[in-house]
């Protein structure tokens, strides 16, 4: 499964952006989203598989954290659409600031 697959899911995008913040046990990703434990190991191990997330292991925890590598590709895939946002909002910009010169 590639990253545009993981990412297509709700649940796994949530999972993300709380390891963006810091690593998290298992337990406390759990909590924070409202899920089950066994849904949470289903959607952890997806992750996991796509390079996504990494595991540590302390004794009997496991902590998750982000590992962005892997979301090169969609950023390369974002980048022409990133250029095209950039002009509308530069062209805004123009606009906006013509008409508070009248």
């Given amino acids: 499964m590639d990253s545009f ?3 297509a899911e709700p649940t796994r995008r949530r999972i ?5 913040e810091r690593a ?3 337990g406390e990703l759990v909590e924070r989203l409202g899920t089950t434990q066994p ?3 289903k959607h952890l ?3 996991r598989e ?3 997330v990494s595991v540590q292991r302390d004794g009997q925890r496991r902590r998750y954290e982000l590992r962005s590598e892997p ?5 390369a895939w974002l980048a022409p659409y990133r250029r095209q946002w950039a002009s509308r909002l530069d ?3 123009r606009h906006l600031d013509e008409e508070a010169t009248r």
């Fill in 5 to 7: 697959d993981v990412l």
């Fill in 16 to 20: 993300l952006d709380l390891l963006l």
């Fill in 24 to 26: 998290h046990p298992v």
């Fill in 39 to 41: 849904g949470m190991s």
């Fill in 45 to 47: 191990r997806v992750l």
């Fill in 50 to 52: 796509a390079g996504l």
């Fill in 71 to 75: 979301l090169a590709d969609v950023d």
């Fill in 91 to 93: 062209a805004l910009e």
